[in-house]
């Protein structure tokens, strides 16, 4: 009964290749966000969607491609990866716009050799 | 352009005793903040928030207190348990509520 989940919770791959890493909430929530956790341990949001749509784009590379095939759901795309990809990245829900919890997801390790 | 900061990357406390975890931020727009708290390999679990009208707000063992002139807000855990310790994170957001600014963390230590 996960409330956010991610998979996969590891993902070590090759600079170049391309990945995908899923988020899903269980929560009813309109809300979901993608936040990147860098070696630093600083907290970045890097996107927002509210019933699946684009509201927040933070300044990210064009390689990372947020999808939403439906509001439980934000899955994030990454073309030729590189090595400054590595880091933590959750999955965060929130019941909607104006509401300030948010509930994360475990993260997902990725990191580029 | 780090506008949540936590200057104490790390804190050991003797359980029982006061834990003091403090959090400065830069943007006088913030009017929302909110403490989370992470244990290693999972995501952060929220824990307390405060808006700007008040100054303080408490739950349980925990209490948030705000100073909007030294743009500067606390979080005292009293009596500290071994079970408190973990990195804690303070965000901060402008009134939509969507966009939230995170610091790096203080990892606490409840000492047994």
């Known amino acids: 009964d996960t409330a956010v989940s991610q998979t996969p919770k590891y993902l070590v791959t090759q600079m170049g290749n391309d990945k995908s890493i899923k988020c899903e909430q269980n929560l009813g929530h309109d809300t979901m966000y993608w936040y990147k956790q860098d070696s630093k341990k600083f907290l970045k949001i890097m996107f927002s969607?509210?019933?699946?749509?684009?509201?927040i784009n933070e300044t990210v590379p064009n390689r990372f491609s947020p999808k939403s095939p439906d509001k439980a759901h934000l899955n994030l795309h990454i073309n030729s990866l590189e090595l400054g990809d590595s880091a933590v990245y959750f999955c965060?829900?929130?019941?909607?716009?104006?509401?300030?919890?948010?509930?994360f997801g475990p993260g997902t390790r990725l990191t580029v050799t | 352009d780090q506008q949540v900061k936590q200057n104490s990357p790390s804190l050991s406390v003797q359980e029982g005793r006061i834990s003091i975890l403090n959090c400065d931020y830069t943007n006088s727009m913030f009017d929302y903040f909110l403490w989370y708290k992470k244990y290693p390999a999972e995501g952060p679990t929220f824990l307390i928030s405060i808006s700007s009208i008040k100054d303080k707000n408490e739950d349980g063992r925990f209490t948030v207190f705000l100073n909007k002139s030294a743009k500067h807000l606390s979080l005292h855990i009293v009596p500290s348990q071994p079970g408190d310790s973990a990195v804690y994170f303070c965000a901060a957001s402008v009134d939509t509520g969507n966009q939230f600014y995170f610091g790096t963390g203080t990892s606490l230590t409840v000492i047994p």
């Open positions: 969607y509210n019933n699946k749509e684009l509201i």
């Open positions: 965060a829900s929130s019941l909607g716009q104006g509401s300030y919890e948010q509930y």
